[in-house]
Structure formats: structure tokens, C-alpha cells
T-cell receptor, first 118, second 112 residues
Framework: DAGITQSPRHKVTETGTPVTLRCHQT?????MYWYRQDPGHGLRLIHY???????DKGEVSDGYSVSRSKTEDFLLTLESATSSQTSVYFC?????????????????FGEGSWLTVV | GQNIDQPTEMTATEGAIVQINCTYQ??????LFWYQQHAGEAPTFLSY????GLEEKGRFSSFLSRSKGYSYLLLKELQMKDSASYLC?????????????FGTGTQLKVEL
């Protein structure tokens, strides 16, 4: 358990409305990520963060913005939701500790947020 | 950029051995990861390879050949609970950020 909590876990929203998904971690890890997962595409990186107020785009960042004002929280905002953004969204952290079997910054995922845009 | 290929589906029998292959092309390589994902759940970390060779963890083993851009995940003594999607992912050595690029996953079905 990497101490990751996503909220909301399920949401239905209307096209054109803004939506914010929250990721909260309790263990002070530096790296945080937002992925989306869709059939036929697998997991794709939307945005990531390497520290407070330090964020960068992933491969599918259009239509999304992020903010990280505190180490423990990473917010993903859909500025104006579209049906193509219906997906499962996974937050992840890069686990700071490492061992001989598990390398440092191994990525661990939260439980996911199911978003439907109608 | 990165390109990762793995088979879409595989079926195997309980108690048998199955090998899931993954090939990749990358501009920078800093490790290959395997994750397991049960339906409706989050991916969970299984194994990691950064050097050539075989890493064994109980019933699961993972192999890497960097020169060939090839990895496989070997599952022994298959159990019904091993029915899941197996995701191959490559860590990018360039640009920082500790980013992983994932393949689309191999859906493994274990049958009696």
C-alpha cells in the first residue's frame, strides 16, 4: 500500500463541464503521475509532477491541466469535459525507497477514478 | 519516443507454464517493468529488469535482452487467480521525470 487515495472514485458529468480529480498521498513521495487507461491504448501518461509546482506534460495532455501546490496532493482538471475523456484515470506515485528487488521510484498506482462524460 | 508490443490475448491451462513476450524500441532505456492488472483494479508491480538476464521471484520470472529490445514474463504453475492483464512498461532514461511508457497489455486467461 503506497498510501494513495483518489477522489472521486466514480463520476458522471456532462459535456462541457469542468471536472477535477484529486490524488492524495501520505508518504511524501516526490514523483506523482496521472494516467488514463482505455481499451486498445493501454495506460497513457497525461501529466506528471517532480515536485511542488513542478509539472510537465505527458503524451496525451491536451484538454487537461494539473496543479501541485502541496507535496501530498496532485489535481487533474478537465477544463471542459468531452466524451473522448470518458476513461479510467489512475494516479500514481514514484516510490522513493528502493531495495535490491524493487528499484527506487518504482511506480505504484492508486485505485482509479471512473469518469463518464455524457 | 517509445514503441512497445505485446500479444493482446493468451490462454493457458491451470498448472502449466506460460511466457508473455514484450518487444520494445526506445530512444533511451532505464529499465523494464512488468505489472499485473486484474479487471476493475489498479496495476500492481510484479518485476523489474535493467540488466540482461533472468530475474526470478517465486512462480514469476522476467527476462531481458537489451540488445534485442526483448523481454518476457514467465509464469509457472499457473493458478486461476493468475487470470489478468499483464503490462510491459519501459522507463525512459532521457528527460527526467522517471516516466514509464506502457504496452497495451496481454490478457491472460487461465482455464481448467
Amino acid at each position: 500500500d503506497a498510501g494513495i487515495t483518489q477522489s472521486p472514485r466514480h463520476k458522471v458529468t456532462e459535456t462541457g463541464t469542468p471536472v477535477t480529480l484529486r490524488c492524495h498521498q501520505t508518504e511524501n513521495h516526490r514523483y506523482m503521475y496521472w494516467y488514463r487507461q482505455d481499451p486498445g491504448h493501454g495506460l497513457r501518461l497525461i501529466h506528471y509532477s517532480y515536485g511542488v509546482k513542478d509539472t510537465d506534460k505527458g503524451e496525451v495532455s491536451d484538454g487537461y491541466s494539473v496543479s501541485r501546490s502541496k507535496t501530498e496532493d496532485f489535481l487533474l482538471t478537465l477544463e471542459s469535459a468531452t466524451s473522448s475523456q470518458t476513461s479510467v484515470y489512475f494516479c500514481a506515485i514514484g516510490y522513493t525507497g528502493g531495495t535490491s528487488e524493487v528499484p527506487g521510484n518504482t511506480i505504484y498506482f492508486g485505485e482509479g477514478s471512473w469518469l463518464t462524460v455524457v | 519516443g517509445q514503441n512497445i508490443d505485446q500479444p493482446t490475448e493468451m490462454t493457458a491451462t491451470e498448472g502449466a507454464i506460460v511466457q508473455i513476450n514484450c518487444t520494445y524500441q526506445t530512444s533511451g532505456f532505464n529499465g523494464l517493468f512488468w505489472y499485473q492488472q486484474h479487471a476493475g483494479e489498479a496495476p500492481t508491480f510484479l518485476s523489474y529488469n535493467v540488466l540482461d538476464g533472468l530475474e526470478e521471484k517465486g512462480r514469476f520470472s522476467s527476462f531481458l535482452s537489451r540488445s534485442k529490445g526483448y523481454s518476457y514474463l514467465l509464469l509457472k504453475e499457473l493458478q486461476m487467480k493468475d487470470s489478468a492483464s499483464y503490462l510491459c512498461a519501459v522507463r525512459d532514461a532521457k528527460g527526467g521525470g522517471n516516466k514509464l511508457t506502457f504496452g497495451t497489455g496481454t490478457q491472460l486467461k487461465v482455464e481448467l
